[in-house]
């Protein structure tokens, strides 16, 4: 004889109680077996086809480009903005100029000496970014030796595994935390 | 019997009945994990319609080689996500609750089938079906989800974890709290063994 609804809730709380999974995991299917199964009013179905057929199709939407989700362009932007960070004492100069040039009539001369003086402040900034590329050369050569060796080399490796495992620890521990997202856009 | 793949090559060439019959054949899993996710049967009709008109309009993304059913709850999943997000977040009052649900015509209501049994074992059951349904109902919706999938609607873990986008473990552990909790709520509603319990479902 099939067990009814009530001693199967007792089996699988007592299961439960005792912390016996596998009796407790078959003891729930069971229990929701014995429920009444939840269906949708009856005439779903033709009511889904009626929808269907009065809703019209949308035409698919091309899926927008995201220019901020390539890589390359991002590195782009940040190398630009580097480079301009570091050229805005030079920029500075010519932004005052060309300040002043608006407040007067335009005349030939301002125009030369306003674009030679673009090309000077252009120049220095080309130069103050190389003189950063030949620091940062100097602080690698410099860091190069001591981690040339076997042991320097070890701890390097050693940090890196770490950072790698806790990177995916905080990972694990940030998707098990989200609880409420889209899977994708369907 | 044709095979989901057959269903949905036919419904693609825009054979109406194919849609008719995958409609049909998975009304009942979708409806249920909806309605049992927003606790409101009526809107859960409205959804559940809403995830097959979806269906319908994106068939032609499905992959064959997964299962069907797969797919199909990973869009209810969005459209109940889309509705909870729109609504603010139900709870479930722990004084009232039962004369609210009837109002409405809720779960347990509709879960309480007496046609085959004796009046006392019928309501019986209807208070344990009522009780039940509670104590999913205070899951996490995270919880919830995964315990209608596995537990009512028979997925797989792999099938949850699709139709979720959560890891292996983190279902397992999601399955594994939600059935102490609701073991702990059964209880507190008055569902303990036989010779211990007093008025269930009070």
């Known amino acids: 004889m099939r067990p009814s609804h009530d001693e199967i809730l007792d089996r699988w709380l007592a299961a439960e109680a005792d912390g016996r999974e596998d009796d407790a995991e078959t003891a729930l299917f069971a229990l929701f077996e014995t429920l009444p199964p939840l269906a949708p009013p009856a005439g779903f179905a033709n009511r889904v086809i009626v929808r269907a057929a009065l809703a019209p199709i949308p035409a698919p939407v091309p899926a927008r480009r995201n220019l901020v989700a390539v890589p390359w362009l991002r590195a782009l932007v940040a190398l630009s903005l580097l480079i301009v960070g570091l050229a805005l004492p030079w920029l500075s100069g010519l932004l005052r100029s060309l300040a002043g040039v608006t407040g007067s009539l335009w005349s030939l001369a301002d125009m030369v000496r306003l674009g030679m003086e673009g090309l000077v402040a252009v120049s220095q900034g080309l130069g103050a970014a190389l003189a950063l590329w030949d620091w940062l050369l100097e602080i690698g050569r410099t860091l190069q030796a001591p981690f040339a060796t076997p042991a320097a080399a070890l701890v390097m490796v050693v940090c890196l595994l770490v950072s790698v495992a806790a990177f995916h620890f905080l990972r694990d521990l940030i998707s098990r935390d989200r609880s409420w997202i889209h899977v994708e856009p369907i | ?202």
Request: hydrophobic content about 40%; charged content about 35%.
């Open chain 2, 1 to 202: 019997m044709k095979t989901e793949a057959e269903l949905v090559a036919e419904a693609l060439r825009g054979a109406e009945e194919a849609f008719r019959e995958i409609v049909v054949r998975f009304e009942r899993p979708v409806y249920s994990l909806i309605a049992r996710m927003i606790q409101d049967p009526a809107a859960a009709e409205d959804l559940a319609q809403e995830v097959f008109l979806k269906a319908f309009r994106r068939l032609e993304t499905y992959d064959p080689a997964r299962k069907f059913s797969s797919w199909l709850f990973k869009i209810a999943h969005n459209t109940t996500i889309d509705h909870l997000r729109r609504h603010a977040p139900e709870t479930i009052p722990l004084e009232g609750g039962k004369d609210r649900e009837e109002d409405r015509g809720g779960l347990a209501a509709v879960l309480a089938d007496e046609s085959t049994e004796n009046p006392s074992s019928a309501a019986e059951r209807r208070d344990m079906a009522r009780s039940l349904e509670r104590a999913i109902a205070r899951l996490r919706p995270e919880y919830r989800e995964a315990v209608v999938l596995f537990y009512i609607e028979g997925a797989s873990y792999q099938e949850i974890c699709e139709a979720t986008d959560l890891p292996l473990g983190t279902v397992k552990t999601n399955l594994h709290r939600a059935r102490k909790e609701l073991a702990e709520e059964m209880a507190r509603l008055g569902w303990g063994p036989a010779e211990t319990r007093s008025a269930p479902g009070s």
